[in-house]
């Protein structure tokens, strides 16, 4: 049975303990959740350093069974250094994550390779995968560009790579570069819809990826072909940010509406 893991972006306004909680009651396997902020002044989720929500979350976790899947998130620049993230890593131990998102902000791809590499002999003891996600207005803006930089890397045992169906739609990747990436490099998958193409600017990008994406089939994504492409047992994250239905249903109609769009794209509707 495909594993489904509900992503911070679909229930923003739940707490980690209301998300596992929602997660349970809707039958997600699992959680994601974004306990650093991905900018300064960003939202995020209450966890590192707050001993009552830390809690209150294992606790949820005990009683329903919801594992988390992913935490967010680690940002590579020009200037890195591991360290920094060490807290990050230490909840996600604490929470038995798989893996972290990693993000690329640094062009210089050699440069980005070495500190990739840091981060994934740095965060070996916390059994915890480093998945490159390729964004097409970052340092790493399609697939090939992130297989490229594992290899540089050294392709390191924990290194992975996250594909984003938004980010196949709205960047050069083809199903064929999808294909090619090796199967143990693919450990989860983000599901969504927009609209594809390769026209949008940076700024209406990163709008519609934080704020404004659409249910599986509203779009022109080829969701059935990059789902077909990928491992047919691969974990997907359903990342569906929309924040005027959201806002106006709350999180927990929101995610059941995306997690059902999900099912039906992917056949596992009903049974099926």
Request: charge should be negative.
């Amino acid at each position: 049975m495909r594993e489904y893991s509900l992503a911070y972006l679909t229930a923003s306004q739940s707490t980690t303990a209301e998300a596992i909680g929602i997660a349970a009651t809707l039958g997600y396997s699992a959680v994601g959740l974004r306990i650093k902020p991905n900018a300064p002044g960003a939202p995020f989720q209450s966890f590192i350093g707050d001993v009552q929500i830390q809690r209150e979350t294992l606790a949820k976790m005990a009683d329903t069974g919801v594992t988390v899947f992913d935490i967010e998130i680690i940002r590579i620049g020009e200037v890195f250094d591991p360290v920094q993230y060490r807290p990050l890593l230490e909840a996600g131990a604490a929470l038995k994550a798989k893996a972290v998102l990693v993000a690329a902000d640094d062009s210089h791809e050699s440069r980005l390779s070495q500190h990739y590499a840091q981060l994934c002999e740095f965060i070996k003891p916390y059994g915890i995968t480093a998945d490159l996600e390729f964004m097409p207005w970052t340092g790493v803006k399609d697939a090939k560009a992130a297989l490229r930089v594992l290899q540089l890397a050294g392709e390191p045992s924990n290194a992975g790579i996250l594909v984003d169906a938004l980010h196949f739609g709205r960047s050069t990747t083809s199903l064929a570069d999808i294909g090619g990436i090796p199967s143990h490099r693919l450990h989860y998958a983000q599901m969504c819809d927009a609209q594809a193409g390769l026209k949008f600017t940076t700024e209406e990008m990163i709008h519609t990826a934080r704020q404004a994406r659409q249910l599986p089939g509203e779009g022109n994504i080829d969701l059935k072909g990059l789902f077909a492409a990928l491992p047919n047992d691969i974990p997907v994250s359903i990342e569906i940010p929309d924040m005027v239905r959201s806002q106006a249903m709350g999180d927990m109609a929101w995610a059941k509406k995306t997690l059902q769009a999900t099912q039906e794209i992917l056949g596992d509707a009903f049974g099926l």
